[in-house]
């Protein structure tokens, strides 16, 4: 990805109620590790691959492997073979991706007081997700499988992505968002936010009502994962720790997958093509429970074994492995089971997930109609095992049409510029049209969208001060009554947005159109709103003007009130009210140094 010289400071010079100005960004320069790294990506390198075909395209991920499982690498377009459902295609793009942990970029540290959601990594093509499954394991497999953790991350190199999640009974949980730091991970893995949990609905547990629950448990949990993982170019390669996987139709990549086969490219990512992107999630099931010999000969056992309970054992891990076998091939991944070396499998998915070829091909079946199509790969080379995904469903386009139009007549009636500000983001804020998925976006804990990318630049108060008990409350000052009472902290809140994530929407008259939320809210340390602040920006935006933001950045500024003493938690987010993309944040209010006066901001009250 290619460095872009870009001065912080003038980035947040805001014009109140419209977009910040900054200096003009340049390439010739070096990187300044001191600028985030928002500030400093070139949001035109992000996609991997380029297609130039004027129709559809299916793009997919190929691991190559010898017969000892060594990742290939130096194979050409010409060692492929693709077949659709029997017709022979030809590819239109063919790209190999390599990555070793010494030609790692160094990860630029962010100014004090300066927090982002964009996430560095070294290997921008290819993201490892460790997801451990709490609510399908055992305390004691998850208690084995967090010690093999640890001692893999003691030993892991740097530049290598990796985010952990946690699948509990109460749903998908994210313990350490991605980092390519070996240190932050090892921290993520011993630290109390990996905990082990007791599910809610006994393993053994059978019949129609627990079987319903881990599956509508495991749908939900992954869908919200796949919108954390959506933003994020390149492959995703899922380590799942889990013993059984409740059965679902997920991986059929159908309307109700969690990772959509289909993702439609904006215009502003590609002007030629549609791309069918295939999810880029590859899973590499590992069965947590290691090495199993059947119960019924265990010392512990009172019972003489008999040939059905041996039977049942032995069906039972049948079926287990035949599931996580069809998760993994359909996928583009690897299956793991009957292994104590956790942390070897980890290290081998990886290795190979890290090191793949990227193809691409228009197919000659013009027809979208929704029917399942059979993909097959081979390669002139003999002795070489090939993973990828073996199909897709042939899905028509379905842009957002009702409500997309809707929302441009009203913006485009909006004057240039406007900006309000208010302040509860309770129940009334949802009702006023705020969509659900943001508001769950922005709940303590939630795990956060990256869709829009934003910097928040916070300046703590210099003192704390009481509010007047008949004082009407201001917008960042609607506290709880008890609260009011309390020693209060300002801090200024500055945004600063990188707009190349905002799909403006162009009308014919050359004006391009955007609607967009800033909220801030602040949680106790048991989840409970105390304060929250809004902004509405309404933009319509002339084609100079329009350029300018691009280059720039645009954002505003909020104040709000703390509690001085306590444990409390700021939720920043940026919502596209438009086309429904989003980011999010959470912060501690700790992690902000008092007295320092952050970037871009003048010292606060």
Same mark, same amino acid.
């Given at each position: 990805?290619?460095?872009?010289?870009? $001065?912080?400071?003038?980035?947040?010079?805001?014009?109140?109620? =419209?977009?910040?100005? @900054?200096?003009?960004? =340049?390439?010739?320069?070096?990187?300044?590790?001191?600028?985030?790294?928002?500030?400093?990506?070139?949001?035109?390198?992000?996609?991997?691959?380029?297609?130039?075909?004027?129709?559809?395209?299916?793009?997919?991920?190929?691991?190559?492997?010898?017969?000892?499982?060594?990742?290939?690498?130096?194979?050409?377009?010409?060692?492929?073979?693709?077949?659709?459902?029997?017709?022979?295609?030809?590819?239109?793009?063919?790209?190999?991706?390599?990555?070793?942990?010494?030609? #790692?970029?160094?990860?630029? +540290?962010?100014?004090?007081?300066?927090?982002?959601?964009?996430?560095?990594?070294?290997?921008?093509?290819?993201?490892?997700?460790?997801?451990?499954?709490?609510?399908?394991?055992?305390?004691?497999?998850?208690?084995?499988?967090?010690?093999?953790?640890?001692?893999?991350?003691?030993?892991?190199?740097?530049?290598?992505?990796? @985010?952990?999640?946690?699948?509990?009974?109460?749903?998908?949980?994210?313990?350490?968002?991605?980092?390519?730091?070996?240190?932050?991970?090892?921290? @993520?893995?011993? $630290?109390?936010?990996?905990?082990?949990?007791?599910?809610?609905?006994?393993?053994?547990?059978?019949?129609?009502?627990?079987?319903?629950?881990?599956?509508?448990?495991?749908?939900?949990?992954?869908? !919200?994962?796949?919108?954390?993982?959506?933003?994020?170019?390149?492959?995703?390669?899922?380590?799942?720790?889990?013993?059984?996987?409740?059965?679902?139709?997920?991986?059929?990549?159908?309307?109700?997958?969690?990772?959509?086969?289909?993702?439609?490219?904006?215009?502003?990512?590609? +002007?030629?093509?549609?791309?069918?992107?295939?999810?880029?999630?590859?899973?590499?099931?590992?069965?947590?429970?290691?090495?199993?010999?059947?119960?019924?000969?265990?010392?512990?056992?009172?019972?003489?074994?008999?040939?059905?309970?041996?039977?049942?054992?032995?069906?039972?891990?049948?079926?287990?492995?035949?599931?996580?076998?069809?998760?993994?091939?359909?996928?583009?991944? +690897?299956?793991?089971?009957?292994?104590?070396?956790?942390?070897?499998?980890?290290?081998?998915?990886?290795? $190979?997930?890290?090191?793949?070829?990227?193809?691409?091909?228009?197919?000659?079946?013009?027809?979208?109609?929704?029917?399942?199509?059979?993909?097959?790969?081979?390669?002139?080379?003999?002795?070489?095992?090939?993973?990828?995904?073996?199909?897709?469903?042939?899905?028509?386009?379905?842009?957002?049409?009702?409500?997309?139009?809707?929302?441009?007549?009203?913006?485009?009636?909006? +004057?240039?510029?406007?900006?309000?500000?208010?302040?509860?983001?309770?129940?009334?804020?949802?009702?006023?049209?705020?969509? !659900?998925?943001?508001?769950?976006?922005?709940?303590?804990?939630?795990?956060?969208?990256?869709?829009?990318?934003?910097?928040?630049?916070? $300046?703590?108060? #210099?003192?704390?001060?009481?509010?007047?008990?008949?004082?009407?409350?201001?917008?960042?000052?609607?506290?709880?009554?008890?609260?009011?009472?309390? !020693?209060?902290?300002?801090?200024?809140?500055?945004?600063?947005?990188?707009?190349?994530?905002?799909?403006?929407?162009?009308?014919?008259?050359?004006?391009?159109?955007?609607?967009?939320?800033?909220?801030?809210?602040?949680?106790?340390?048991?989840?409970?709103?105390?304060?929250?602040?809004?902004?509405? &920006?309404?933009?319509?935006?002339?084609?100079?003007?329009?350029?300018?933001?691009?280059?720039?950045?645009?954002?505003?500024?909020?104040? &709000?009130?703390?509690?001085?003493?306590?444990?409390?938690?700021?939720?920043?987010?940026?919502?596209?009210?438009?086309?429904?993309?989003?980011?999010?944040?959470?912060?501690?209010?700790?992690?902000?140094?008092?007295?320092?006066?952050?970037?871009?901001?003048?010292?606060?009250?």
């Amino acid at each position: 990805m290619k460095p872009v010289r870009c $001065s912080f400071l003038p980035l947040l010079a805001l014009f109140f109620g =419209s977009f910040l100005m @900054a200096q003009q960004p =340049s390439p010739q320069q070096t990187p300044d590790p001191t600028i985030p790294p928002l500030l400093q990506h070139d949001p035109s390198d992000r996609q991997t691959a380029t297609i130039t075909a004027n129709a559809r395209a299916v793009v997919l991920d190929v691991v190559v492997t010898d017969g000892k499982g060594h990742v290939v690498h130096g194979l050409t377009k010409s060692d492929f073979h693709l077949v659709e459902d029997g017709a022979p295609q030809t590819l239109d793009s063919f790209h190999e991706h390599t990555f070793t942990a010494a030609n #790692a970029p160094p990860i630029p +540290k962010l100014p004090t007081n300066v927090f982002t959601n964009y996430v560095p990594t070294g290997n921008a093509e290819a993201y490892t997700v460790i997801l451990i499954d709490a609510a399908n394991n055992s305390p004691q497999v998850q208690a084995y499988v967090r010690s093999q953790l640890i001692d893999f991350m003691k030993t892991i190199p740097a530049g290598n992505p990796v @985010a952990i999640f946690q699948l509990e009974s109460t749903g998908m949980r994210l313990v350490q968002g991605f980092s390519s730091d070996p240190a932050v991970l090892l921290a @993520a893995v011993e $630290s109390k936010r990996e905990r082990v949990e007791i599910p809610l609905i006994g393993i053994g547990q059978r019949g129609y009502a627990p079987h319903q629950f881990r599956q509508d448990n495991l749908n939900q949990g992954l869908k !919200s994962m796949g919108l954390y993982l959506a933003e994020f170019p390149g492959r995703k390669n899922l380590i799942w720790f889990s013993g059984s996987i409740p059965r679902t139709y997920w991986w059929d990549g159908g309307l109700d997958s969690p990772f959509p086969d289909a993702e439609d490219f904006t215009e502003e990512l590609s +002007k030629a093509t549609d791309a069918l992107t295939l999810s880029r999630v590859a899973v590499y099931p590992i069965d947590a429970r290691g090495l199993e010999t059947d119960p019924a000969f265990s010392a512990a056992n009172r019972r003489a074994p008999s040939i059905n309970s041996s039977m049942n054992f032995a069906t039972r891990r049948f079926y287990d492995h035949s599931d996580i076998e069809d998760v993994a091939d359909r996928t583009g991944g +690897k299956a793991f089971y009957n292994t104590n070396g956790l942390k070897q499998a980890v290290g081998e998915a990886i290795e $190979s997930g890290s090191n793949f070829y990227t193809i691409a091909y228009t197919p000659t079946n013009k027809k979208w109609d929704g029917s399942y199509r059979n993909i097959k790969i081979e390669t002139t080379q003999s002795g070489l095992k090939l993973e990828y995904r073996h199909g897709y469903y042939a899905l028509p386009e379905t842009p957002q049409q009702s409500r997309r139009a809707a929302a441009l007549r009203r913006i485009a009636a909006s +004057k240039p510029g406007t900006t309000t500000t208010q302040s509860s983001y309770r129940a009334a804020q949802i009702g006023a049209g705020l969509r !659900s998925s943001f508001v769950d976006a922005m709940q303590l804990g939630a795990i956060p969208p990256t869709e829009i990318l934003f910097d928040a630049s916070i $300046s703590p108060g #210099a003192g704390t001060r009481k509010l007047d008990k008949d004082a009407t409350p201001q917008p960042g000052q609607d506290l709880p009554p008890d609260l009011r009472k309390k !020693s209060l902290r300002n801090y200024n809140v500055l945004y600063a947005v990188d707009s190349h994530t905002l799909p403006f929407t162009q009308t014919p008259d050359g004006i391009h159109h955007g609607a967009f939320e800033f909220v801030t809210l602040v949680f106790d340390e048991h989840g409970v709103l105390v304060n929250s602040i809004m902004s509405n &920006i309404q933009m319509n935006l002339t084609p100079t003007t329009y350029d300018e933001i691009l280059k720039r950045g645009f954002g505003t500024k909020q104040l &709000i009130a703390v509690p001085a003493k306590g444990d409390y938690f700021f939720r920043f987010g940026v919502h596209d009210t438009v086309s429904d993309r989003m980011g999010a944040m959470e912060v501690p209010v700790d992690n902000v140094k008092l007295g320092v006066v952050a970037p871009g901001q003048t010292p606060t009250p």
